[in-house]
């Protein structure tokens, strides 16, 4: 059940999860200390603990470290469904009672409680609540409804309802809609009272997916010219006048707790997160790209709580195995596996986790950062339905999903009602980490772990050591790379927060170096809440629908305020730090729209010392001899903004007029340029255009630059990369020469 404050949480509506389910309570775990294990299962497993060994695609060769035999099941729920929960409402007899409550439904089908309080005993409650647009309004068993739609989907209205002796009615807009008789005054017990859900046998149910702003609860019945006044105000004016029990403005903009302001000590508790910084009823969210838009210096923003019946960021499921890791373990990625037995079959559930090295251990030369809030932004459904070790593919959708429905969202699937998806939890299982997960069967390509799989094996076979760190290692500690000669970033590191940004500019302004082997770097700006369990993302202005561009406004992060979206518009320059920025993406699926490198400035020696590459100018690499797949260029990749610009000025030649030419910095050399078939599919989708289907055959770039504040970078500017290397072993001669060039060796070479 979930816990977000120290304020009790009323029973909550629970979700079977049948199969086997687990996370790991931190994603990465020094040598040395406790891995906490949380576990669901609805069968009895078999559990191990193992570092992955060389064959990226197979089991065999990974090490046990340790194992757990014969284990029970331990089938647990989850609660998802946020709301706010008020420790008492109304106590003893009152007059009347009214409601009221600004709300922007994203679905009025199901029952969902909008402002409710549960009685004790034989004490009184009333509940206003909506049901397929209807709004209905309940007091000591007595219930009056509109009979007809009263809200619609997708727009701010202001809803009141009141109850007295001498009559009562309900509210929209300020114009009465329903009405009928009263009755005597009431005695209310103390019990709870909930915003934005109701109950059902006992249990907190009915959950809200909507917006709600300004609630408020009286002991005295509203008039319709009070009414009125409210809905005029626009959520903007605290209520003012006699009887008011409870107000709530909302404007924490963060966190659990949510202050009463009526004086009467009411504060409640915000279950399940909901989502903060979406602005209120008065809040023109229309906001330009180039905006320089204050959230503090606007008066007419306001406060609204975005609720939603699938919120869900910690299961709150209790520790079931403990293992503390040995203080020599090496550091890398490690999996706890789960062996089980599920419809006549023997099947494998791994829950990916990083081991760093021990705190009292030297570091090794280089350190490679695993991209792993990446790896959560793609996790859509993470308590898919088991399937057999063959099937375990994880679409942008996901994978199949269990019959009982629980929460499947994320930073590229929305609420089930709708909401976009803002924030992802860290204390939920992530099945799409999975080391043998693929983004597509058919053409056999990764994006996510198994990706990144391929330079650790490399790295290891060619007798480099290396520490392995997490996104939220870096985010937490951006001092540690300072340890390090190389930093080596595979794979695809797309989520990126600005203490993440400001660690590697620095690492490099200190002379530090940076192997980039990835695609689509550096993208989206990420936070993180002080407590790791929330990572937040205000996705918006390219592939997305999570905030569309005509609700740009809301689009400020709850955690600090600023500006979310791509990093370049917060004036965090992906091209600034590591050279290279998204082109686009091309299909995964369709094996004729992958594509390869072409060698430019092969004179240069990255590509003949100590290895020589074999490469001359203008020669094809990055795919097999013989065509085909695995190929370099694959899904995402980057290039320099120089290259974005000219792309601008051929597909477009009036975007560029005016402006002036974007030019490499100094020290920059581009060592390949990219061929991809655009006519084949995929999105041209950069910062200086798109999104085009362009008849082009611009791909991906390598560049090699020396930057003048400090710091050398090698970026290699694609997800395939290291993928890639397994069909061109020229792909490997050329990062050993790049590794070497930045003073690293293979262990026991001189």
Known sequence: MPESSSHAVPPHRAISIPGVHAYVHRESVAAGEALRIHVSSSVDYDLSICRLGSAVDSREGDEELAAFPGCRAV???????????????????????????WIRPWDTTGPAGLVQQSGEGSGAAFELSLDDGELTFTVAERKFATGSRALEPGRWQHVAA???????????????????????PPSFSRGVLRIGAGERD?????????????????????????????????????????????????????????????????????????????????????????????P????????????????????????????????DAVSGLHVVRFAYDMEGERRHYDVT??????????PAPAVVLCSSNTWRAYNATPFAASTPDADTEFTIEGSRELDSRPPAQSLYRNHAAGQGTLYIGTQIPWPAAGPYVRYDMGTDYS???????????WLREQGYEFDAITDLDLHRDPGLLDDYSVLIVPGHPEYWSTEMWTGVARYLDRG????????????????????????????????????????RGEAWHSQDGERGGMLYSSGYLP????????????????????????????????????????????????????????????????????????????????????????????????????????????????????PDHPELTDGGEIVYWERESGGRIFNAGTIGYGWAMSADPRLGLLLDNALRHFGLRPKGEA
């Open 75 to 101: 089938p647990r729920p989850v609660h998802p469904g946020s709301y706010v929960a008020v420790d008492h409402g109304l106590e003893g007899p009152v007059e009347s009672v009214s409601v009221e409550l």
């Open 162 to 184: 009141v109850w007295g002796p001498t009559g009562a009615a309900i509210y929209v807009d300020g114009a009465e809609c329903a009405g009928g008789p009263g009755g005597s």
């Open 202 to 294: 006992g249990s907190t149910d009915h959950f809200l997916d909507g917006d709600i702003a300004a609630p408020a609860v009286y002991d005295r019945a509203l008039t319709a010219a009070e009414v009125s006044e409210r809905h005029a105000a626009r959520g903007l004016q605290p209520p003012a006048g006699d009887g008011l029990q409870g107000f709530w403005p909302l404007d924490e903009e963060g966190g659990s707790a949510v202050a009463d302001g009526s004086g009467r000590g009411r504060d409640g508790t915000v279950v399940n997160h909901g989502t903060w910084m979406i602005g209120g009823p008065a809040f023109a969210a229309e906001e330009p790209a180039d905006t320089s838009y204050d």
């Open 296 to 327: 503090e210096g606007d008066p007419t923003r306001g406060h609204g709580l975005r609720l939603a019946s699938d919120d869900l960021f910690d299961c709150g499921w209790p520790v079931e195995h403990e293992w503390q890791v040995p203080v």
């Open 353 to 362: 986790f990083v081991v760093r090295k021990a705190a009292s251990a030297a």
């Open 447 to 457: 994006h996510l772990v198994r990706a990144e799989r391929y330079t650790h094996v």
């Open 512 to 551: 530090g170096d940076v192997v980039v082997l990835a695609g689509n770097s550096v993208f989206w700006r990420v936070t993180v809440d002080p407590d790791e369990q929330v990572i937040e993302c205000r996705k918006v202005d390219a592939s997305s629908d999570q905030i569309p561009p005509e609700r």
């Open 575 to 690: 091209w600034d730090l590591v050279g290279l920025d998204s082109l686009g993406w091309i299909d995964h699926d369709n094996p004729a729209n992958f594509g390869w490198f072409v060698a430019d400035h092969a004179e240069h020696p990255l590509f003949h010392e100590p290895n020589e590459t074999g490469l001359d100018e203008g020669d094809e690499f990055g795919k097999p001899a013989e065509g085909g797949l695995p190929s370099a260029l694959a899904h995402e990749f980057d290039l320099r903004a120089s290259a974005h610009y000219d792309l601008r000025r051929r597909m477009n030649p009036a975007m560029v007029e005016g402006q002036p030419e974007v030019v490499d910095p100094p020290g920059m050399i581009r060592l390949a340029g990219g061929h991809v078939d655009w006519s084949a599919g995929g999105v041209m989708m950069g910062q200086f255009q798109g």
